[in-house]
């Protein structure tokens, strides 16, 4: 695993996974919030996936900026392997996986924090 965080590229990976598991601990803050409260504000709710989808848009600048990068160097040759291209390919999606992973995890503490908010404003 810290293999991928290295290969993905320090500096995108590092926001990437901050921004996701920052969306993950306010869900987990919200939540305890519910719990405490018994409601949750629509700015809690919005934060959620500001930051989910946040940590998955950086992984797709950082895919774009890497992929523009080994083009301009591919260009350059006179040849290239297919192999070569096929694990540039391979290791650029590696940041906008990750993005997606935690953004789908926090859509999932999302649509159930709604879910739980509506609930509880409806009796």
Avoid at 7 to 15: E, P, R
Wanted: charged share 10%; proline share 2%.
């Amino acid at each position: 695993m810290i293999d991928l965080f290295f290969q993905g590229g320090v500096s995108f990976m590092t926001v990437v996974m901050l921004t996701g598991i920052a969306a993950i601990l306010w869900s987990l803050f919200s939540l305890i919030k519910f719990i405490k409260v018994g409601f949750i504000t629509k700015r809690h709710l919005d934060a959620i996936l500001f930051l989910g989808s946040l940590s998955f848009f950086i992984g797709i600048l950082g895919q774009g900026i890497g992929l523009t990068d080994a083009f301009e160097s591919i260009q350059g040759l006179s040849s290239v392997s297919p192999a070569a291209v096929a694990r540039g390919i391979r290791v650029s999606m590696i940041a906008p996986l990750t993005g997606a992973i935690l953004f789908s995890i926090a859509g999932i503490y999302w649509f159930i924090l709604r879910y739980l908010n509506a609930k509880k404003q409806d009796n």
